[in-house]
């Protein structure tokens, strides 16, 4: 299989001079579902913010589907990296459902046809598509989670970051983003979970990349890893 993302020998210093990331080496197959765990301040976080260039390498290498993510900015990376924030208030600005979700593809050029179809699109496969016209923040604080990850998918990405998606979610909220993730799959989508959920990551992921310490310390299947 091709990858989606291959990181090489990945050094990360904050401008503190607090070393985040240490010689991290990793390659994820296209199409694979793959969370990256591990205790607060292992890094994973401060890794998959590399996939779309909100930050760059102190030393090291990352490609996302043949691209060099430090030579493109972050909106040039947006075409190709959707990336979920953990909090929606990181995230969310739009006074509608619709403005906040058709943002991203309207600025990437798209026609004002193309950009309501790839709006529309993208809140039907999250149940948001009745709340159009509903500001943001009238919503529960699920509901906009589920929003933030409309406005990723109406961008058409090729990989998917979401952080602590499952964070918030009651059941229904959890089953709706199981429903979620295997429409992704089925549209060939690479998906890179960040999450401190086991129970999620062993009913969801694929592969699991273990950090510690600003590390990769083990990488393979979910099975493998949680046992």
Do not use: W
């Not at 016209?133 to 990850?149: I, S």
């Not at 109406?154 to 964070?167: L, W």
């Not at 401190?196 to 600003?214: I, N, P, Q, T, Y």
């Amino acid at each position: 299989m091709s990858l989606a993302i291959s990181v090489e020998n990945l050094t990360y210093r904050y401008p503190s001079g607090r070393q985040a990331l240490r010689n991290v080496n990793l390659d994820i197959e296209s199409g694979n579902t793959v969370a990256l765990i591990g205790k607060n301040g292992a890094g994973k976080t401060t890794l998959a913010k590399h996939f779309n260039s909100l930050l760059k390498p102190t030393s090291g290498r990352v490609t996302v589907t043949g691209i060099d993510a430090s030579k493109r900015s972050t909106s040039q990376m947006a075409r190709v990296v959707g990336y979920v924030f953990q909090n929606p208030e990181d995230q969310l600005f739009g006074s509608t459902v619709m403005e906040e979700v058709a943002f991203g593809p309207k600025n990437l050029g798209m026609n004002q046809e193309e950009t309501r179809s790839k709006a529309e699109r993208a809140l039907s496969i999250v149940g948001l598509l009745p709340y159009v016209l509903e500001h943001p923040y009238n919503m529960t604080y699920g509901q906009r989670k589920m929003l933030c990850l409309a406005s990723v998918l109406a961008m058409d990405p090729t990989v998917v970051v979401m952080d602590e998606p499952n964070a918030g979610q009651d059941y229904h909220g959890l089953r709706v983003l199981g429903s979620i993730l295997n429409e992704l799959r089925q549209m060939g989508k690479t998906i890179i979970i960040i999450s401190h959920d086991m129970e999620f990551v062993a009913r969801e992921c694929e592969k699991v990349a273990l950090m510690s310490d600003g590390e990769v310390v083990a990488y393979d299947s979910t099975r493998r890893i949680l046992s």
